[in-house]
């Protein structure tokens, strides 16, 4: 069946910008998760929905980022004012719930210039 | 936050010859995982260990998780040039955050044919 998917694959925009980053999870899954992968780093954990509902939002770096699965499948991670700093590979996961494995999708990588 | 220290960051090795990389905390996890990363794709899950002292064995990869659950090791035997790529341990939290991995950095490994 489909993996994960995530749109675009790679976003470039000048700072100060907004963007928005767009998951489609695995058909089922009702648990997603994002994550930031900065270069030669491991992820970290940005936000994990259950269904509709962000049940750990603690890795959100500052209140210019935001994420939102309104019907509990796509999911969207927005971020205002964009800084270089935010440039990263923004990863997505999902699981059939929050205990079970998680599949990747294979990242929307973001530039700010 | 709970952090895990993966080492060596970078491995370059012949092929044949065998490796450790190692992943250390001070916290303790509920389970801990070991992810390999290809270039422009997601982390793909290897294994979970769960119980302190576990031994777990994939064809020429063996996982070995603390009897403190705090640390796991992953040795590789006679790398192969296909072994190549970005390894990953990642910890799972308990209580509310279940949900949540933390990832150490990463470490590169090259087997040079």
């Known amino acids: 069946g489909a993996g994960v998917s995530q749109t675009p694959s790679n976003k470039v925009t000048e700072k100060g910008k907004y963007v928005e980053l767009r998951c489609d999870p695995i058909?089922?899954?009702?648990?997603l998760y994002w994550y930031r992968q900065s270069l030669g780093q491991g992820p970290e954990f940005l936000i994990y929905f259950q269904g509709t509902g962000a049940a750990d939002d603690s890795g959100l770096p500052n209140d210019r980022f935001f994420a939102v699965r309104p019907e509990g499948s796509v999911s969207t991670l927005k971020i205002q004012r964009t800084e270089r700093g935010d440039s990263a590979v923004y990863l997505c996961?999902?699981?059939?719930?929050?205990?079970?494995?998680?599949?990747f999708g294979p990242g929307t990588r973001l530039t700010v210039t | 936050t709970q952090l895990l220290e993966q080492s060596p960051q970078f491995l370059s090795i012949q092929e044949g010859e065998n490796l450790t990389v190692y992943c250390n905390s001070s916290?303790?996890?509920?389970?801990l995982q070991w992810y390999r990363q290809e270039p422009g794709e997601g982390p793909v899950l290897l294994v979970t260990v769960v119980t302190g002292g576990e031994v777990k064995k994939l064809k020429r990869l063996t996982f070995q998780f603390g009897d403190a659950r705090k640390d796991s090791s992953l040795h590789i035997t006679a790398a192969q040039p296909g072994d190549t790529g970005l390894y990953l341990c990642a910890g799972r939290e308990g209580g509310t955050s279940y949900g949540k991995l933390t990832f150490g950095q990463g470490t590169i490994l090259t087997v040079h044919p």
């Open positions: 996961a999902s699981s059939p719930g929050p205990v079970n494995e998680q599949y």
């Open positions: 916290s303790v996890f509920s389970s």
């Open positions: 058909s089922g899954h009702t648990a």
